[in-house]
């Protein structure tokens, strides 16, 4: 059986006991499912696709463990990404039997006596290819590859992988995380081609994040997107002013604002990590244990958001760095106690089990799909049912894009149309500015280092959950934010679902009763009031942008729909009234009401 990756059957769950990392003594269904289908095949080549969280872990081990007993093979060798990973694949081997050697160096020859085999990193096979397949031809080798996408980072990676395990009588390779930005092929992995005549990876058994939901076995994930005012000045020494993830503004506005936002020394972040620090506070009430995590663009962004939650909270983060060569034990011990929050640039990304993660800071500017969903997956791996996910970032279109596709399908494509968008959809108008920009581009790369963040204000902007958006903006502190930093911690997703769109409820009937209080005391303005158009004009593109990932509906048939049911002429020449009345009247769709 081969299928699209992320495209797994539905099947009820098995609820094991808490066990160590990797070492669950039953398996979940999918897991057995995956094992079934595998000793079924007696496959060389194996690809699991499983969601973060899932427990890729336990199910390898499984197969490792039954093709050890079996005689089928005598050696492991484990690839990671990173030498934490290494270890952590380690202890967890170690835990149902398996001796494995995570401190095996390419200069040392042979691992350990006493061990089954070695556990290395990507880089480390790309080093030393020969070695590693003399170490693989001289017996039955197992190679289980973890996180089998990064074999597609460089060249060298790729044909250092096929050089080093072309001999192996297996090969399991895992990953949660199957898509990638570029088109280098993955080693291992089968491509066939599609109806549109681009070659796509096929896995032999999926378990995407929409499955796991449902079997309660990855926390629902609430995403806490927040805007505000920026001001900055540009390379040029032109002072530019914007609002966080402001509709019809330009890319290089939006990054620039994006900037602004985490800068640590503007108002943007500390409002930031205070309103993550009271939505912790209130997970806590019901998981004591909980945590937090900060992820940073950089070291120096990381230090200074460590200062500001001690400010906040009275006690000092846990601060990871890539260049730290404590980090490791760092993670360890964070994951084991219960302190409240963790910072970290890149360490505490893909793979790295802290099970009591449950709030989370996007406080970086990386807005890849693979980096954006590797990070995600730190807080979603679920310890008990009724868990929950908070992960608080930037009201910018990217991320807005990203958080309301956590259960879309996705695969590796090794080929892809020459120009396309960010749906997959050519578009001649952005290709002619990206024409025009491109002189402008290059010179201010020349000078980008001179770009500096003047302020910044923070708003809470909406929450984005299972496809839908809840809210309708508050200052920082309002009743508005409170509302959705106080929901509780354990709920399973059908419950959220329902707590988000009473909170909405709520909101819309507050917001309703004092509008013709506030209308009856503001003076008619003499002349229209094209800022107030503007902001209304950006917040009906919102609804509408919800309302048509909810129901499917193109954007362009729900303004039509809008006009037909409220009257009026086109957006750009609606005049408020008619604008509100829009607005309105979306608000109704989203509660219910026709």
């Known amino acids: 059986m081969t299928e699209t990756l992320f495209g797994g059957p539905t099947l009820p769950p098995a609820y094991p006991e808490r066990a160590a990392w990797g070492t669950a003594p039953k398996l979940r269904a999918w897991q057995q499912e995956a094992l079934d289908l595998y000793l079924r095949a007696s496959p060389r080549d194996f690809l699991a696709v499983a969601t973060p969280g899932a427990g890729k872990t336990t199910f390898a081990l499984r197969i490792a463990s039954t093709l050890i007993d079996s005689g089928a093979v005598n050696r492991v060798t484990i690839v990671a990404p990173t030498d934490h990973l290494k270890r952590q694949w380690a202890d967890a081997a170690a835990k149902v039997g398996i001796a494995i050697d995570p401190n095996f160096k390419n200069s040392d020859g042979q691992h350990g006596r006493g061990f089954i085999g070695v556990a290395v990193t990507y880089a480390q096979v790309a080093s030393k290819p020969l070695l590693h397949r003399a170490k693989t031809e001289a017996v039955r080798t197992l190679v289980i590859l973890d996180e089998i996408h990064h074999g597609g980072e460089a060249l060298s990676w790729g044909d250092g992988l096929r050089e080093a395990f072309d001999p192996a009588v297996r090969r399991l390779s895992l990953t949660g995380t199957p898509f990638r930005s570029d088109t280098s092929p993955i080693p291992f992995v089968e491509y066939a081609q599609d109806r549109d005549g681009i070659r796509r990876s096929k896995a032999d058994y999926t378990y995407g994040y929409g499955n796991a939901l449902r079997d309660h076995v990855v926390r629902p994930v609430m995403f806490m997107a927040y805007s505000g005012q920026m001001r900055w000045r540009t390379s040029a020494g032109e002072e530019m002013a914007a609002s966080l993830g402001e509709a019809a503004v330009t890319k290089d506005i939006t990054s620039h604002a994006w900037r602004t936002a985490l800068n640590p020394a503007g108002e943007w972040i500390p409002a930031v990590l205070a309103g993550a620090d009271k939505r912790l506070s209130e997970v806590r009430r019901t998981v004591p244990d909980a945590g937090g995590l900060v992820i940073a663009t950089d070291h120096e962004d990381a230090r200074a958001y460590a200062g500001q939650l001690k400010r906040i909270t009275g006690q000092s983060p846990t601060v990871i760095l890539s260049d730290d060569a404590k980090a490791s034990s760092k993670i360890e011990e964070f994951s084991a106690g219960d302190q409240r929050w963790m910072v970290a640039v890149r360490m505490v990304s893909e793979g790295v089990d802290v099970p009591r993660l449950s709030v989370g800071v996007y406080a970086t500017s990386t807005s890849t799909p693979l980096f954006f969903a590797q990070a995600v997956g730190r807080f979603v791996r679920a310890r008990k049912r009724g868990e929950t996910a908070s992960v608080f970032l930037p009201s910018v279109p990217q991320l807005m894009a990203l958080a309301n596709s956590m259960e879309m399908e996705r695969d ?62 508050g200052e920082v502190g309002s009743e508005d934010e409170l509302d959705f930093l106080g929901i509780p911690g354990l709920l399973d997703a059908e419950q959220v679902g329902t707590l988000l769109r009473q909170r909405q409820h709520e909101q819309l009937n507050r917001k309703n009763r004092k509008a013709p209080a506030a209308a009856a005391q503001a003076p008619a303005p003499a002349v229209p009031d094209h800022r107030l158009l503007m902001d209304l004009r950006n917040e009906l593109a919102k609804n509408v942008a919800a309302w048509s990932a909810r129901t499917g509906t193109p954007h362009g048939v729900v303004h039509t729909k809008l006009r037909t049911v409220c009257g009026g002429p086109p957006v750009a020449q609606a005049n408020e009234e008619q604008l509100q009345s829009r607005l309105r009247k979306l608000q109704d769709w989203f509660v219910g009401r026709k």
Do not use: C, I, Y
Not at 458 to 465: E, Y
């Open 412 to 473: 590796h494509a090794l080929d892809r149309p020459e120009k396309e968008d960010g749906d997959g959809l050519f578009n001649p108008e952005d290709s002619l500015m990206d024409e025009a920009n491109r002189e402008e581009k290059a010179s201010d790369s020349l000078t980008k280092g001179k770009f500096e963040a003047l302020d910044s204000q923070a708003s809470f902007d909406r929450v984005l959950f299972d496809g839908g958006e809840f809210g309708t903006g």
